[in-house]
Structures are given as C-alpha cells and as structure tokens.
C-alpha cells in the first residue's frame, strides 16, 4: 500500500480526527445506543469472522477540509511580529478596547 504524504494539512487533519476518536462527545453517542446501530439495532463487534464496526454520524455533516482551512487561516498562519507576554497581553487590551 502506498503512503500517504505527510504534509501540514494531513497532520491536522489527523490530529483533529484522534481529537474525535477519543473524545467524550463520541464515547457518549455511542454508550447512549448501547453500543449499537440506531438505525437497525446491530451490536458493535471485534469478534473474529463478525466484525461490525460502529461510526458516530455528524447531523449535520461535517466539512472536515474546511475545518481544516479554518484552522490554517486562523491559527496557523504566518505570525506578523513576535511579541514579548506584556506586549502581547497590551496588544490584546488595544485590540478590545477598538471594538468596543
């Protein structure tokens, strides 16, 4: 099987879908059901030959790749200027001073 790339993009997305794979959110969907399709009422399995995988289904559905843009263009872009804890936090009070 061939790798995918690993790029800034896909570390994100990763991270962001192990977020979710242990998060409560997801354990409390499943727990709620008990463990079962709520649609047809199949019980997950792990067992040998039985395998029924269960998926937390998002209503409504979640654009991951825009989640992920989000983040790139919010977060993790290019920083303007570095700033000392003092005058960051100034900056900050500035910033909300402006607005209001």
């Not at 983040?71 to 005058?87: M, S, T």
Request: aromatic content about 4%; some cysteine; proline content about 5%.
């Amino acid at each position: 099987m061939k790798k995918k790339p690993n790029t800034p993009r896909s570390r994100v997305k990763n991270a962001l879908r192990q977020l979710w794979l242990r998060s409560r959110e997801r354990a409390a969907a499943l727990k709620s059901t008990g463990n079962c399709c709520d649609n047809c009422g199949i019980k997950q399995s792990v067992a040998k030959g039985r395998v029924v995988k269960l998926q937390v289904h998002h209503d409504p559905a979640i654009n991951w790749d825009g989640v992920v843009d989000l983040i790139f263009e919010r977060l993790l872009n290019a920083p303007q200027y570095p700033l000392c804890e003092a005058c960051h936090k100034e900056e900050h009070e500035k910033a909300h001073e402006d607005i209001l």
